[in-house]
Each structure stands twice: as structure tokens, then as C-alpha cells.
């Protein structure tokens, strides 16, 4: 036990506190640590032997907070201040250079003026967004659906590679920034959480010694790790983390993204070495045929490259494409590929009907992983490879993750292989199949069909639907299968003395999952929609009906002239949602919920029309929020959000340091308005 006054454990723990710091900053950023592990390991047992005599004296970004929370029932929603947008894809060569002629034709360039990117290795990993307020770590979460994430800021705190206190820099950090960027008052700060293949290994040959089941990647495994309940398992895993962009920010601005990657590095964050900046798309192009050759090379995975358009302002003035952005774009690596034998053909149910076949293989290694099945997508994909059932087949891992099959070695052929024949009949309930004209897929046409209702019910209860922890497949599988659930809505009629009969099920996992069902009864509009699984209508799809119709009885009743008017909903998606609620048994199973206390929660007031017929173009930095937060803040009074000036354009709204749109407003005469003259008519709108 230390003999140390007050005073004295202070002043020593603020040094330990640095110097532990310093040592994570060099071990994980630097790559150049100065002490032996021993030496690490004697410091933070003297940390926490000072915070257990002097517990008063704990300071949130104490080293000592990395490890010890208790575990949690569930992980809260986490709003992102910003949106973490997705990216759009190019897999080859010529798409990168179609990719910069489409930014030179929107910013006005000629087509032989360089623009100036960075090149950066596309991490498979978890994508998070940790959030720094005056330089401290706060909270952490996951990417979601891009606009909600899941909290895990216990979980992040065990990765040592996460500074929980942001380092200020004592000078610019590089010779190209005259001075460092100070540290913020608020940041959000990307980064992509991976494991490298020697943890992988370690973890999974953990696994095999224990009779644990093994990980079928580092990516699913660190996923998996990041989103366990109990922080003390996370900390077990060792992840690691590189940082490549910030998200909202306050109190400080960067003028290129390099600068903004050699600030993140200046603060204490990890990033990856091997980025570039890059004078023209010609050197990209370059850049990413090496690291196509070389990222075997890395004890990490890597499935791409991501390309950005270096400078801050042309960021600004090229905007977004729907949930993407127009100055990025992920170069997608070949996949990798191996040969194998096709020996039988099975037909899955999905629930929606569709039967996919998928093939039966001997088990072959790609890309470090053994697959033995492979989709074969449908009857015109498998007509047009001619794939044959004991056919020597080329598979490669989709996007380095899903198998599939690439291509037929038809000189392996010798004459045993047989036809793959579609089934006439459901394999799952016997039902007939079709093939509605004009579709590639056919489908069981049984509505009772027992794989679409376990299919649904699964698609029901997963993450960015219903959220309903538990309820993974086994549980869903065996459930129905006891003839306990028969649609979605049985899972809010559930009770315990229905479950414990079932073997593994005891009284504390039955609390559990009936909590989780529970919890999930308070949900947004949007996952409610996306939760009950009509045909073509995904994430974003929900999103917009939630958004401008505001209400269920709205969209259970809306027609497909209505459903038309809405943004990126098409003629099939309006048919498909109309049919939906059209049916009987559907409104049926939506009634069972809300009868069940199931509550779709409006995610915004009735829409006004104050802004009907007006088109908004946003140019320059914002003060007040956003570009998106306006943009949605235009669509929220009824008008329009463009990326680009014309002469339908009604107003073009300038922040400071606007661009090649307020130019172009004042050549066609568009009516130029201040940020804080808009948002007078936004007040001017709201009071009606």
C-alpha cells in the first residue's frame, strides 16, 4: 500500500496518466516503442494501485477506464451528428478515370487539368465514430445503417490504439500546414477496427482449444468482438484500429485531407501508412495496381482503395449523390479465385419466395478461407456460365467475402456432368414454383411457406429491423418448428412458460430474449417498415416512405400514384408496397403487433408545403449546420435539395468560401441568399 499523501498520489498519477499515454502514442501510432512490456505493464499496475487507494482521484481519461465496466443488458441507439455515408465503387482501371472526368465536368475543369487525391487502403474491418468534447473521449459507436449506430463506447475504450484524450501538437504535422490544428471543441472521428491475422489465428485456435465454434474471418470476428455485451471479452481480442476521417466538427477546419489525416496522427490516432497523395488520377491508378500485387504483404486484410478529392473546398462544391459523396469513390481489388468441383445443387428458400441455387463443392481455399458452397444466383446466370452439376468450376469470393461461382473449365469435362434442373415444386413445403415473365428468380408461391416464414421472421427480428437481441437463427429455426411462432407478431405474444420446455432454454436466457422483445416494442418508423420485408423496399427505401408519409395508416393506405411521387420510389416499388398491405393476412399480422403494444414512432411532424415548387442549392461552409441538416431541413417544408445550379434552381444558399455554384447562380441570375437570410424564410415557414 502506498504511504503517499494526497497531494503527492495526484501529482503521481497525472504523471502516470502522461507517461502511459505517451507510451500508447508511441507503441501504436510511432510504431517506436521505448520500454519493454514489463516496464509498460509495472506502470499501469502502479495506475490502478493509486486509483484503488485514492478512487476520488479517477479521471474519465484515466488509462484505468480501458478495462473494468460491467457488462450490458443491450447496447443504446447512437445518432451520428454527421451521417456516415457510403461509398460508390469502381472495379477497374477505366471506371477510376470515368470517376475524375465526372468531377472535372461538374467543377468546370478541362478534362487534362490534374486534380490532386488521396489514395488510401480500403481496412475490411467495422467502420465506428468516436466522439472527442474538448479533446476527451465520450462516446463510441458503430457505422448502423450510416445515420444510427449502435453505442459500444466501453467496448472502444479496451482498444489501446483509441486515445481517450486527444494529444495537442506542439507544431504543424507536416512541413506543408504552417501551424497544428488546435484541438477541437467537438469532433467526430472515423476509423475502421480490424484485427491483424496473427490475433485472428490466436483467437480462433483459443476457440478450437475450448470447443468454441471458430470465426469464419477478422472482419466477422472483429465485428463480433466490438459488439459483445461484456467489455471484459472485447479487451480479450487485442483489436486494433486505423483513423482515416472526421465527421461533424467544432472549433476547428482543415483545408485538404491530408491534412486532416496528419492531424488525426498529431492527436494520437493511428493511421495507416501506406496513404498517398496523388497529383492526377494516373498516379491513383498506379497506386492501386501496386497494393492489388502487394496487400499479401500485410498482417491485416484489405479489400480495396479508398480515392478522395484532396482539397476540403472541392469536397464542398462537388456535394453528394443520395447517401453518397461525389469527390470519394472505393476502388474494389479483384477477387480471389481458385478451382473446385461442382457435386450437387440445392435450392434455397428465401422469404420472399425466391429460390436461389446454390452449389454443393468440394471444399477449396480462397483467400484464406475454406468454401464448400457457393451461389449460383439463378437459372439465367447458371444458363448463361452453362454450369453443370459435376462441372470443374472458377468461384471467388465476392468482395473477398461471398462465394460464388466465376466461370466452367470446360476442357475438365468428361461427359458424367448433368443438367441443373429447377424443381417444379417447393423443396421446402411443395407448393408450385413460378417464373413471373421478365424475372430472373422463380418463387414458391405459398405464402405458408415454412422457409419464407422463418426467412421473415429472421429478416424481422435482425439488427436494423426490429433490433430484437437473441433471436438468431437457431432460436427462430426451433421456435417454429415447436409450432410456438408462426408469423412476426407471435414473438409479442411470447411467454416464458412457452419457452423453458425447450432444451438449453433456462430461466434467465427466457427473461432475456422476452426483455429483448420487450425493448424492441418502441421502434422508428423506418426499421418498422424495413422490418416487415416487402419486396424492394430496403433501408433507404423505408426511410423515404417513413419520411413523407409520416404515419403507418398513411402507408397502409397510400396509392401507387401516391407512393410515386415520393424521390428515388419507382413503378415496382410502389406495386410491390400497395400489393403488401392490399393483403388480408399482412394487416392481419401488423394488427397482432400493434394489439401487442408494437409502437412505429413517427420520425418527424407533418410535412409543410411552405417550400412547394422551390429548388435549394447549398454552396461553401455552413455555420449553422450541415449541408446535409439543410438539405433535409428543405425537404422537411416540401421543396427540393439539389447538387447542382440551372435554371429551375430558385435559390442558391452561400456559406463562407463558396464555389464554382455561386459563379454559376450569378451567370444565370439565380437569386443568391446568405446563409442567415435562409434561415428566415426557414422561421418565416415553420411559424406558418
Sequence with gaps: MSTLTREQAQKRLEELRRLIEHHNYLYYVLDQPEISDAEYDALMRELLQLEEQFPDLRTPDSPSMRVGAPPLEAFATHTHRQPMLSLDNAFGAEELRAFDQRIKRFLGMTPDQPIEYVAELKIDGLAISLTYVDGVFVTGATRGDGIQGEGVTQNLRTIHAIPLRLRQPAS????????????????????????????????????????????ANPRNAAAGSVRQLDPQITAKRRLSLFAYGIGAIEGASFSTHWQILQ??????????PHARVCDGIEQVVAFCEEWTARRQELNYDVDGVVVKVNSVLMQQDLGYVQRSPRWAIAYKFPAQQARTRILDVRWQVGRTGALTPVAIMEPVEVGGVTVSRATLHNEDEIARKGVMIGDVVVIQRAGDVIPEVVSVVEEERDGDEQPIIRPQTCPECGAPVEKPEGEAVARCVNLACPAQIVERIRHFTSRNAMNIEGFGDKWVQRLFEEGI???PADLYHLKKEDMLPLERMGEKLAENLLNSVERSKQVPLSRFIYALGIRHVGERAAQLLAEYLGSLDALMNATEEQLLQIPEIGPATAREVVEFFRRE???????????????PIAERQKRSDAFAGLTFVFTGALRHFTREQAEALVRELGGKAASSVSRQTSYVVVGESPGSKYQKALQLGVPVLTEEQFLQMVEQAQRG
Design 263 to 272: 492531424t488525426l496522427k498529431a492527436w494520437g490516432f493511428p493511421v495507416n
Design 485 to 487: 411462432i408462426r408469423d
Design 585 to 599: 393476412e399482412n394487416r392481419k399480422v401488423i394488427q397482432k403487433m400493434l394489439d401487442a403494444g408494437v409502437t
Design 172 to 215: 504543424a504535422p507536416s512541413s506543408l500546414f504552417d501551424e497544428p490544428v488546435p484541438i477541437p471543441s467537438f469532433v467526430e472521428v472515423r476509423g475502421e477496427v480490424y484485427l491483424t491475422h496473427d490475433e485472428f489465428r490466436r483467437i480462433n485456435e483459443e476457440r478450437e482449444q475450448t470447443g468454441e465454434p471458430t470465426f
